[in-house]
């Protein structure tokens, strides 16, 4: 199956830096997703780019099939965007709505 | 109400015991995943099911069982739980490959 690395595994910003989050897959996808995983847990959808560029306030992404990699963009960070970034893409096929996960960025943003 | 609801939030069980773990979604989704999530390891993928008569075993189910008792309800069971199974559990739901919606978690430890 299709394999995800992240990187870097953890990451320290003072509040107001920017930052880059990276996900390498090992195959070619057709659908990208990242999500942030709250300091309580919660798992929130951010991003489904399969490729190009998306925009979402500070947060921003990029996806480039052709060369199996996405970046995640976190613009003037805030102690609220503390916690784990995920990417994720189907296991396998086309079709498949299955997820395999990165091990995850651990983000702590300080003021 | 939470579009995907979680029981129990937390559980302790003693090794040996048989423990069940709850979702019910108000999404209208047809397609619901359950996941464990380790530390360090990110999300793994248990069992899934596409509808009520569609189940499928995903990379880690051994020890795990599931009942698709409705559209809406997705339970995932531990026949004989043992510590190794202490973990966060994520049950999710999905209309397409954009509309992922991850329910709270479980946090289960099994001593």
């Known amino acids: 199956g299709i394999q995800v690395e992240q990187s870097p595994p953890d990451l320290i910003l003072q509040e107001g830096a920017n930052s880059t989050l990276r996900c390498n897959f090992s195959?070619?996808?057709?659908?990208l997703q990242w999500f942030h995983q709250n300091p309580w847990g919660q798992l929130i959808n951010l991003f489904y780019i399969p490729s190009g560029t998306k925009q979402n306030g500070r947060l921003s992404a990029t996806t480039v099939a052709t060369e199996r990699y996405s970046l995640l963009y976190i613009s003037s960070s805030q102690t609220t965007d503390s916690g784990v970034y995920f990417c994720?893409?189907?296991?396998?096929?086309?079709?498949?709505?299955?997820?395999?996960f990165g091990k995850g960025t651990k983000l702590s943003v300080i003021p | 109400d939470a579009d995907v609801t979680q029981t129990p939030r937390n559980r302790i069980t003693k090794t040996g015991k048989r423990i069940m773990l709850e979702c019910s979604q108000t999404?209208?989704?047809?397609?619901m995943y359950w996941y464990r999530q380790d530390p360090g390891l990110g999300l793994r993928l248990i069992y899934y099911s596409f509808d009520v008569k569609d189940i499928n075993k995903g990379e880690i189910s051994d020890g795990y069982s599931v009942s698709r008792q409705a559209q809406a309800k997705f339970s995932l069971s531990l026949e004989s739980a043992i510590p190794n199974q202490t973990a966060l559990y994520f049950c999710?739901?999905?209309?397409?490959?954009?509309?992922?919606?991850f329910g709270s978690g479980t946090r289960l430890t099994v001593v």
């Open positions: 999710a739901t999905s209309r397409d490959r954009l509309g992922y919606t």
């Open positions: 195959d070619s996808v057709n659908n």
């Open positions: 999404k209208g989704h047809d397609r």
């Open positions: 994720a893409t189907p296991r396998s096929g086309a079709g498949s709505y299955q997820l395999t």
